[in-house]
Nanobody
Framework: QVQLVESGGGSVQPGGSLRLSCVAS????????LNWYRQVPGNQRELVAS???????YYEDFVEDRFVISRDNSKKMVYLQMNRLKHDDTATYYC?????????WGRGTQVTVSA
């Protein structure tokens, strides 16, 4: 069974930084794109960043060069370094893999940006 577990969320002031981590189990992640999504209650879950199995990178426009996604296949980990955080970045952040059998999601980690 494939499982994803996120960590690293917390409360931070505007302008601060957080590093999110996600560890996978039950799967060799190396062929897959690894993704970070986020969701605010009442809104749809939205893609934040993606790193392909070939290390190709994608960021949504709202990231504005503030976040860096990276991966370590040997540890089955994906990371999201978030800098210059804004109040609008407050959300639950989810790790995701899209597999042929369907998407796999972690339970999420809460990020709160507040003065």
């Amino acid at each position: 069974q494939v499982q994803l577990v996120e960590s690293g969320g917390g409360s931070v002031q505007p302008g601060g930084s957080l590093r999110l981590s996600c560890v996978a189990s039950g799967i060799d992640v190396s062929p897959y794109a690894l993704n970070w999504y986020r969701q605010v209650p009442g809104n749809q879950r939205e893609l934040v960043a993606s790193i392909g199995g070939d290390e190709s990178l994608y960021y949504e426009d709202f990231v504005e060069d503030r976040f860096v996604i990276s991966r370590d296949n040997s540890k089955k980990m994906v990371y999201l370094q978030m800098n210059r955080l804004k109040h609008d970045d407050t959300a639950t952040y989810y790790c995701n893999i899209h597999m042929d059998s369907g998407p796999v999601w972690g339970r999420g980690t809460q990020v709160t940006v507040s003065a």
